[in-house]
């Protein structure tokens, strides 16, 4: 009970301290990083800062913040709790195209923590063009301050969503409509029964989840390790305590993908059926 007591009033002061104009200011410093190229507009950070990159240890000064790119999309969630955000980024005329996911994760109110997840040609279902078409079309604002979900309500449906790719019997809560955005492909039709219940894997752990959520706008980021190996991201929208939009990048490098999808080189899938990708496009378009 005493470590519960302590717990909470560390979250609370930490809380108190990290406001979403402190946010707000870092993440868009992050995004006149990537457009100049130059990881030095990323503000304020701290004295020694922990970079990754696809979930491995890499150099902030010679990485993909160092590749100057306008990014044609972005949206960020900011988490005054965790004192944390979650930006996503969608790179989709730039000579190389990438779709790009990042949590920043703050201490003392800065930058101790940077991790970015990007795909580009070749990973699972990457289509920059086709991504930036489909979430430019969808609404994340804000949600209005009596219908919006608790911390705890919020993550247990990402949860669900995650825990039912291992087990069938979870209920989760989904919404209708709903729609997800896997690589370039989405399920939504612009219908009113517009599911996200299609085209889930079997028996696939994911695991590691990190989280950054914002209530105001109903969103939660996970960053995980989807199977035995694949950095991933998978972001909701949750509305009336059910899903609205899911999002997921999914870094591949010749890994096997999800519903066991070969890869080759950086991770192009392959294969017939449901086990590969045209099958899974299919499956998800319900053809």
Not at 250 to 260: E, I, N, Q
């Amino acid at each position: 009970m005493r470590y519960l007591v302590l717990s909470s009033l560390a979250a609370a002061a930490l809380a108190a301290d990290c406001t979403r104009e402190l946010l707000k200011g870092v993440t868009d410093s992050l995004v006149a990083a990537h457009t100049a190229g130059d990881p030095g507009l990323l503000k304020p950070v701290a004295d020694t800062v922990e970079y990754t990159e696809n979930f491995k240890t890499a150099t902030l000064k010679t990485g993909i913040l160092s590749r100057a790119m306008k990014p044609d999309h972005v949206r960020s969630s900011l988490d005054t709790t965790q004192c944390a955000t979650y930006t996503e980024l969608i790179f989709a005329t730039n000579a190389k195209p990438y779709v790009v996911g990042v949590q920043l994760h703050l201490k003392d109110a800065k930058v101790a923590k940077v991790e970015e997840l990007f795909t580009t040609t070749g990973d699972w279902l990457f289509n920059a063009t086709g991504t930036l078409n489909w979430a430019s079309k969808e609404d994340w604002g804000t949600i209005p301050e009596a219908k919006r979900d608790t911390r705890a309500v919020i993550q247990a449906a990402a949860d669900a969503y995650l825990d039912i790719f291992s087990d069938k019997s979870v209920k989760v809560p989904w919404g209708t409509p709903c729609a997800r955005l896997e690589g370039g492909i989405y399920t939504g039709k612009g219908a009113p029964d517009d599911s996200c219940a299609v085209g889930i894997p079997d028996n696939v752990k994911l695991t590691n989840r990190r989280y950054v959520i914002d209530e105001t706008v109903g969103a939660v980021d996970v960053f995980l390790t989807f199977g035995s190996n694949l950095p991933d991201s998978h972001e909701f929208r949750v509305e009336g305590g059910k899903l609205r939009f899911v999002h997921t990048i999914t870094f591949m490098d010749g890994s096997p993908g999800p519903g066991g999808a070969k890869g080759k080189g950086k991770g192009a899938p392959k294969g017939k059926g449901t086990q590969g990708a045209g099958g899974f496009v299919r499956m998800i378009r319900g053809v």
